[in-house]
């Protein structure tokens, strides 16, 4: 959670999930861990608005077969509560590739302060 907030400062708003996604895959149940974390981030008023979300990485492969496109498993509704949409297979989100890594435009919920 941690790393989250501090990406939140450094990257100006951006919840940097591809970030923290390993670790987060490695816990005994992710559904209820990315749910605890995006809840409790979405609930502090003081913390930086989330302007843009980075939750799909190019996966460069072995060189030979060509990149792919891996995106963060959030559990059913975390999507829609950040404010992300869904696309058709194939096609990319809006959003701005940086260093192999989509950040996309969101607007979650404001906390209630």
Do not use: C, K
């Not at 670790?23 to 502090?44: E, H, K, M, Y």
């Not at 460069?60 to 829609?80: C, H, K, Q, S, Y």
């Not at 509560?81 to 096609?91: A, I, K, M, W, Y």
Request: aromatic residues 4%; neutral net charge; proline residues 13%.
């Amino acid at each position: 959670m941690a790393t989250l907030i501090r990406e939140l400062y450094n990257r100006e708003g951006d919840l940097h999930l591809t970030y923290v996604a390993p670790v987060i895959a490695g816990l005994p149940n992710p559904d209820a861990a990315w749910r605890a974390v995006i809840t409790f981030i979405l609930s502090q008023p003081a913390l930086p608005r989330i302007r843009t979300v980075t939750d799909r990485i190019l996966d460069p492969g072995d060189g030979e077969v060509g990149a792919t496109v891996l995106v963060v498993d959030l559990p059913t509704g975390l999507r829609a509560t950040l404010g992300l949409s869904d696309v058709p297979p194939g096609q990319d989100p809006p959003g701005i590739w940086r260093l192999g890594e989509l950040m996309r435009p969101v607007r979650p919920p404001r906390p209630v302060r």
